[in-house]
């Protein structure tokens, strides 16, 4: 079972940024892709950035492409994200996962054994 654990979260003025990193237990080399949802106040859990075991391909949702890059060390187990010109509405619990079956664009299975995410809070 992949084991995941997400540090870095803050409380951040709008315009700031933030680095989240994940730390993955089980890491293959390039055998996972992996995955950084967010879960905004009072909204479901929804993907926001994914990368490749190669990182050949990234993927953004709109809300965050051009200010957020994703990227990982193989060789530290550990993928990160780096958040820029953050605003209010990026206020949310962060959290990453492995992509078990599906992909980059449409997970269909990820790890059940979610982390206890990073809060991140933008101030306007």
């Known amino acids: 079972q992949v084991q995941l654990v997400e540090s870095g979260g803050g409380l951040v003025q709008a315009g700031g940024s933030l680095k989240l990193t994940c730390l993955v237990s089980?890491?293959?080399?390039?055998?996972?892709?992996l995955l950084w949802y967010r879960q905004r106040p009072g909204k479901d859990r929804e993907l926001i950035a994914s990368?490749?075991?190669?990182?050949?391909?990234?993927h953004y949702t709109d809300a965050v492409k051009g200010r957020f890059e994703v990227s990982r060390d193989n060789e530290k187990k550990t993928l990160y994200l780096q958040m820029n010109s953050l605003k209010p509405e990026d206020t949310a619990v962060y959290y990453c996962?492995?992509?078990?079956?599906?992909?980059?664009?449409?997970?269909?299975?990820?790890?059940?054994?979610w982390g206890q995410g990073a809060q991140v809070t933008v101030s306007s």
């Open positions: 990368i490749t075991g190669d990182s050949q391909i990234i």
């Open positions: 089980e890491f293959s080399g390039f055998g996972y892709s």
């Open positions: 996962n492995a992509l078990l079956s599906g992909t980059i664009y449409f997970p269909s299975r990820v790890s059940n054994n």
